[in-house]
Every structure is written in C-alpha cells, then in structure tokens.
C-alpha cells in the first residue's frame, strides 16, 4: 500500500467508527477468515464493526471466533440494508468487485462512505476510495496479517485474531501446498501457532467434521467423474436430485473439485454443481501449472478468480452446459 493511503486509514481510524466488512457471496475460509479477522481487530482499537456477509457461510465455519454475530444479508435485507447505510467506512474483502456479493450490490453500490478493498484477485475493480489489491498473495488473511502490521498494530494480533487469519491462509493456500505459499506465509503461520493458535485443532475443525451424507456426495461425485485424457482434463457433476438425496448442507461440495487433479497427468478439473433454486450451474475450475482458468471462467462461464482456482456459473440447463464444457476442451492450449 501506498503510504499516504495508510496515513489516510490511519487517520480515518483514530477516532471511533461505525463500519461494515463485506465478503464475497458464497463466504469461504478465506472470506469467513479475513472478515472476522479485522472484525476483532477493530473492535480491539475501540470502533463498532460488523460483518455483513450476502448469504449464509458454510457450517464447517461455524465455529469460528465472531461467527455467531455475522448478519446474513439475504436473510434480512431490511436490517443489514440500514446497517450498511449507517457504516461511516465500509471494507469489502476477498473480492475485486461489487457484483461478487449478488442482490447487495444495490445497496452497496448507492452508499456515500469510503470503501476500502483488501483483495488478491486479478482485475479489481475501482470503487474504493482504498485498494489493497495484490495478486502475489495465496489469501486474503495474509494480507489482513501485513494490513494490520502497515497501521503500526502488530502488538494487536492476538490467538483470537490469529485464529481468524491462520483460517484463511490453510484453506485458501490447499493446507499450504498452493504456488503462492511462500517462506513469508510459513513465518507469519509460525508466529501465529507462537501466539497460541491450535494448529492441529483448526483442520480438524476445518476438514474432519463432514457428515456421512457428505462423504457419500463425495463417492457420487468421485463416480461422475469424466476423464478426458488426452486433453489432461477431468470434471464431474452433481445434480440437484443428487445434493438432496445425500441430505446436501452448505459447504459438503467444498474441496470436491480438487480430487481431479489428483489423477496422474491431469491438470485441469471442475465441477458442475446443480442450483435449482438460483436456477444455475454454478461451476469450480481448478488447475495445475500454466493453463489460467480465471481466463477460462471469465471468457466462457460469466466467472474469474484466480490463474489456478476459479468459478463461474452456467444459466441452461446441466446437459447443455457439459455440452459446451466438452466442445471447448479440444479447443484449449491445456
Ligand atoms: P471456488 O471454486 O472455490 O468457489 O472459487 C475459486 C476462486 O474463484 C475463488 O477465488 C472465488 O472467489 C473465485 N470465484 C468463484 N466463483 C466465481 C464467480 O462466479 N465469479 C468470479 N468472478 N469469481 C469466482
Ligand atoms: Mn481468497
């Protein structure tokens, strides 16, 4: 960040502050992570902030410290639209532009105070007064760890907030295997495990909390799988009929995509995940190595993300979106 603006923040955080913090629809650990972070550490340097996420967030976050006060603003537009309005600074975190956070894009669009936007996706947009925006970096919380050591308040991150940023960092960076995972991000995961974060409890928390129904998805999914071999892809599907025959809750498709690419010689994967209420296909595209599916998502599926993880989604039916899933493949440089 550029120094003026920290000295601007800065100065905008020296005296008591009504403020939202915004994640991207569909909150992942990262979004849950890097939200509830800063949530601590505000209210930590006397300011009232509350974390407005656009739809529920996952059960397997559930426990996280500051979970329980999230407002849902899809379960209560009327509250969180007036919460919104009355936040004298506004920060949208883990996303790079205001449609990412669906139907709340109207009213965030029409609100007068400052936004500030700590992101590391590519292309963001320019509606913030603040853009801390970095693609080098494998997780919003990592960012958040530097934001809050840019405002001079390192001595501020405690277990708590440590907790909330470790989150986002495991799960945004595959338990840290991901090309983005750096000897910084290890140092920083050190001093956060020195601060008494549970290392060995949060992925317990995190990934060894499925139901069973969960994992016989995962079964389903493992058997709907397509591999196309010679264009080093494999995807899968999921229908609806399938989520609900497996007693589906939010968040037991997470992670699913990825188990395409662990087959050998396999580099891209996704899946197709039916929505009969939102009436889409939303889509997840993950890679390995040079083949950009941000690029792939943004110019086919009405999506973006990042070069190796990124989604999208499909507004015909599963059929014709596989159809034209498959006709694309040959035509790619995998
Ligand atoms: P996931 O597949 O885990 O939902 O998302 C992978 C990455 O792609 C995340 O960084 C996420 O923010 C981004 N992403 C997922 N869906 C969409 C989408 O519909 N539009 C855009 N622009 N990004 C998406
Ligand atoms: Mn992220």
């Not at 109207?106 to 996706?121: C, G, Q, R, S």
């Not at 995972?181 to 050190?190: L, V």
């Not at 609900?244 to 395409?260: A, Q």
């Not at 499909?314 to 596989?322: A, G, L, P, W």
């Amino acid at each position: 960040m550029k120094i003026q603006d920290i000295q601007a923040i800065q100065l905008l955080l020296s005296t008591p502050k009504k403020i939202a913090i915004i994640p991207h629809r569909g909150p992942d650990g990262d979004a849950m992570g890097s939200t509830l972070g800063l949530y601590h550490f505000l209210l930590k340097n006397n300011h009232h902030p509350v974390v407005v996420s656009p739809n529920e967030f996952p059960d397997f976050l559930a426990w996280m410290p500051g979970s329980e006060t999230v407002k849902i603003y899809e379960k209560d537009k009327e509250n969180c639209t007036k919460i919104l309005e009355e936040a004298e600074l506004i920060f949208t975190l883990d996303f790079n532009a205001l449609h990412r956070t669906g139907e709340m894009e109207h009213v965030l669009a029409k609100l007068k105070a400052p936004f500030i936007m700590i992101d590391h996706h590519q292309k963001p947009d320019d509606y913030a007064a603040f853009t801390y925006s970095d693609t080098s970096f494998g997780s919003t919380c990592e960012m958040i760890y530097n934001f809050i050591l840019f405002l001079g308040k390192k001595e501020d991150i405690d277990k708590t907030i440590g907790t909330c940023i470790y989150t986002g960092i495991l799960t945004d960076s595959g338990s840290f295997r991901f090309p983005k995972t750096t000897g910084t991000t290890h140092r920083i995961i050190a001093e956060l495990i020195d601060l008494g974060v549970e290392n060995t409890e949060i992925p317990t928390l995190l990934f060894d909390n499925s139901s069973f129904g969960r994992l016989q998805l995962l079964g389903r999914a493992l058997q709907n799988m397509k591999v196309l071999t010679e264009h080093k892809t494999a995807y899968t599907t999921l229908t609806q009929d399938e989520l609900n025959s497996f007693d589906y809750v939010k968040g037991d498709t997470e992670g699913i995509v990825n188990y395409g690419l662990s087959i050998k010689g396999i580099v891209f994967t996704a899946i197709f995940i039916e929505n009969k209420e939102e009436k889409i296909i939303k889509i997840s595209f993950r890679s390995q190595g040079d083949f950009d599916v941000n690029q792939f998502a943004r110019d086919h599926f009405n999506g973006g993300g990042h070069r190796n993880a990124a989604g999208g989604k499909s507004e015909v039916s599963m059929e014709e979106t596989i159809r034209k899933f498959e006709d694309l493949v040959p035509t790619l440089k995998i």
